[in-house]
Structure formats: C-alpha cells, structure tokens
C-alpha cells in the first residue's frame, strides 16, 4: 500500500517557477515508478511527466520538455516537479501517481495523491 500526498501548489505569475512536492509513505515506495498528471476544468487528466524507480530515466510531455523537471529523492520518499517558464495554460489541479512502470497512461498507475492547485496568472 502506497499513500501519496502532494503539496507546494500555489499561485504564481506567467515566466516564474514553483516546485510541488509529493510525498510518499510505504515501504514499496522505492520499488515503484512515479509520475505527474494534471487536470484543467473541463479537460481530461493528462501525463505530465514520469521516473522510474531507480530515478535513472524520466519522461515528459511534449507541452512540458525543457521547462518541467521530475525527479525523486528516495530518502525522504519524495518525489518533484520543478515548474519553471510557467505559463498560464499550465494552470490545473497536478496529481502525483505511482505504479510499477513509468508509463503515460493513467490505468498503468495504481496509487494517486488527492492534488495540489496550481494557478498561473497572466
């Protein structure tokens, strides 16, 4: 059993950055690939990024390369999302997944946090 919590979202102006954090409880934590997905009103949930367990690859969304970064600290069961260059349809309520492949599809995540909003004003 994983248990995901999210934090650090906020309001933040379009060209700056904000890290979100999402930490992690269990002991299979450290066995198990991570990812970000995210939700505006009205759209579907969609990948953002993924690393795999050992933190040796990640994987970003096209809308996201070279301004998202995950990565993951397995001391502190953590995982994160550094945001910069933000844009405001990069606005969404950002979810943290876990699952046993780093994958883009939501049904290969089995464990989900509960979200942390994230708002970017023009």
């Known amino acids: 059993q994983v248990q995901l919590v999210e934090s650090g979202g906020g309001l933040v102006q379009a060209g700056g950055s904000l890290r979100i954090s999402c930490a992690a409880s269990g002991r299979t934590f450290g066995s198990r690939a991570m990812a970000w997905f995210r939700q505006a009103p009205g759209k579907e949930r969609e990948f953002v990024a993924a690393?795999?367990?050992?933190?040796?690859?990640?994987y970003g969304a096209d809308s996201v390369k070279g301004r998202f970064a995950i990565s993951r600290d397995s001391a502190k069961n953590t995982v994160y999302l550094q945001m910069n260059a933000l844009k405001p349809e990069d606005t969404a309520v950002y979810y943290c997944?876990?699952?046993?492949?780093?994958?883009?599809?939501?049904?290969?995540?089995?464990?989900w946090g509960q979200g942390t909003q994230v708002t970017v004003s023009s």
């Open positions: 690393i795999t367990w050992s933190g040796a690859s990640t």
């Open positions: 997944a876990a699952g046993p492949t780093a994958r883009v599809f939501r049904g290969d995540y089995n464990y």
